[in-house]
């Protein structure tokens, strides 16, 4: 088992950032790969960010591309996610994710059913 807790949502204005984190406990850290998912209020939720055990490549949605960057640090069981230019489409409640899958093709990281556990969600509200 492994258990994850997401940390440093918020509320901000257009084009501000923020950084969430993702603390793993249970298992071996590296070990797992690691995806960043969010939901909208009344909307499925969707792919946001992949990162390989090693730290690379990483993946990202084309909606968050240039503005959001995913990264590790497996000496402190965490992943975080920069999000930077956020804008009020951004408004969601964001979930980070592990599996100890390896896929060849990073695509195949980008459906929830890839990941095995979950964490609670952090709110992020984007207001223009």
């Known amino acids: 088992q492994v258990q994850l807790v997401e940390s440093g949502g918020g509320s901000v204005q257009a084009g501000g950032s923020l950084r969430l984190s993702c603390a793993a406990s249970?298992?071996?850290?590296?070990?797992?790969?690691m995806g960043w998912f969010r939901q909208a209020q009344g909307k499925e939720r969707e792919f946001v960010a992949h990162?390989?055990?090693?730290?690379?490549?990483?993946y990202y949605a084309d909606s968050v591309k240039g503005r959001f960057t995913i990264s590790r640090d497996n000496a402190k069981n965490t992943v975080y996610l920069q999000m930077n230019s956020l804008q009020p489409e951004d408004t969601a409640v964001y979930y980070c994710?592990?599996?100890?899958?390896?896929?060849?093709?990073?695509?195949?990281?980008?459906?929830?059913?890839?990941?095995?556990?979950w964490g609670q969600g952090t709110q992020v509200t984007v207001s223009s």
């Open positions: 994710a592990a599996t100890q899958n390896a896929y060849s093709r990073s695509s195949s990281y980008t459906t929830q059913r890839s990941y095995d556990y």
């Open positions: 249970g298992r071996t850290f590296s070990n797992y790969a």
């Open positions: 990162i390989r055990r090693s730290g690379s490549p990483t």
